[in-house]
Every structure is written in C-alpha cells, then in structure tokens.
C-alpha cells in the first residue's frame, strides 16, 4: 500500500496570501495524484488531477505541481472561502489518501 | 444532474453483518468506476473499496481486506457494499463516490454518505 503523507497538518495563514501545501508519497506514484477540498459538513471537492490539472470550475488560484513522490498544491491569494481541509490521493496503484491539512485563518 | 444517495447505514453489533447501497441518478452508470469512502467524524479520508466499470476489477483497503465486498448492478444503477464481520473501528460515515474514469482514479462525485455505527 502506497502511504501518503501530508505536510504541515495545520497551516496558519492571511487572507490574500499565499498557501503551499506538500505531499509526498512512499513510492512513485507519477502524476496520478488528485487534491481534494472538505468544508465542514461537505463532501469533499475535487481540485485538482493528474497532479497540475485543475477540475472543471476550479479558480485558476488554485495550482498543483510535482511528480514521482513530491507533490504541491499551492492558492495563490487565499480568499474566505478557501480556508478548508485539503487531501491529496494517489491512484498509481489502487487509491490512498494523505491526512489532512488543515488552512486556517491567521 | 448527478446524484448518489447512500442507504442503508446505522447501529450494528460488532461482528455482525450490513449491507450499503447507493442509487446513482444523472448519468451512465456503466461508463464509470465506482467507490466506498468513509470518514470517521473529526477525521480525514479514508478510501475503502473501488469498482471498474465491468466489476472486472475491485480493490480494497488493507483494513477491510477479506471482510468487505463491493458489487455493481449496471443495469439497476446501484452500487453495493457487503460489510460483514464489523468491527467498532469500522465506524464512520461511508460516502458513495464516482469516477470519473471507468477504471479506478479518482473521485468526481460523492453522495452525502450513510452512517455506520458499530457498537455493542
């Protein structure tokens, strides 16, 4: 089983500024990685896939980058909405989740 | 519009058997993977089980390997998973969730999900 873990579990930051979030992968997972954002009380929403390609409706604020087994989602100019849960998954082989990061307002 | 409507979570005994369902409304069924996730509330995400379009490939979490089953009705529309031999581990809200591949990727569409609570 591919582990997927995430970092920071919690991040700090302003509305306007910028967020980098990290994943990082056990083994190789290429660019089948996917990033996903939970509010409280929702299904989580797909952000990101193939690990750069933003879902349809996804604001262009929201980027993904990385392969192999570093990943990063990054929000350009967080807005109040975007302060959320975040999850990144790999379907290289079968799905994994990472734990979580948590965006909070500072 | 897409719909997945889960039924058939609530208070089980550990040990004991249950069985979930979600009704898929809105699109071809067929031409997509299908999936069980579940969260334990105040938790993160935990995938469970997938299905391909055919029922020609299931795969499963380490945790529910050997206990949980994942099935397919194409032409009913419905998505299934037998859970037997539950655990209190096993607690959380279970959420439907499809594909938007017909191989098993990633997760476009989820249900509100369906709570399943194991407990004597």
């Known amino acids: 089983e591919i582990v997927m873990t995430q970092s920071p579990a919690t991040l700090s930051v302003s509305p306007g500024e910028r967020a980098t979030l990290s994943c990082r992968a056990s083994?190789?997972?290429?660019?089948?990685l996917a990033w996903y954002q939970q509010t409280p009380g929702q299904a989580p929403r797909l952000l990101i896939y193939?690990?750069?390609t933003r879902a349809p409706g996804i604001p262009a604020r929201f980027s993904g980058s990385g392969s192999g087994t570093e990943f990063t989602l990054t929000i350009s100019s967080l807005q109040s909405e975007d302060f959320a849960i975040y999850y990144c998954?790999?379907?290289?082989?079968?799905?994994?989740f990472g734990g979580g990061t948590k965006v909070e307002i500072k | 519009e897409v719909q997945l409507v889960e039924s058939g979570g609530g208070l089980v005994q550990p040990g004991r058997s249950l069985r979930l369902s979600c009704a898929a409304s809105?699109?071809?069924?067929?031409?997509?993977?299908m999936h069980w996730v579940r969260q334990v509330p105040g938790k993160g995400l935990e995938w469970v089980s997938g299905?391909?379009?055919?029922?020609?490939?299931?795969g499963y979490a380490d945790s529910v390997k050997g206990r949980f089953t994942i099935s397919r009705d194409n032409a009913k529309k419905y998505l299934y998973l037998q859970m037997n031999s539950l655990r209190p581990e096993d607690t959380a809200f279970y959420y439907c969730?499809?594909?938007?591949?017909?191989?098993?990727?990633?997760?476009?569409?989820w249900g509100r999900g369906t709570l399943v609570s194991v407990s004597s």
């Open positions: 969730a499809r594909d938007p591949s017909s191989e098993p990727w990633y997760f476009d569409f």
């Open positions: 998954q790999q379907y290289s082989n079968w799905l994994t």
């Open positions: 083994q190789s997972v290429s660019s089948n």
């Open positions: 193939g690990a750069s």
């Open positions: 299905i391909n379009w055919s029922s020609g490939r299931r």
């Open positions: 809105g699109f071809t069924f067929g031409d997509h993977a």
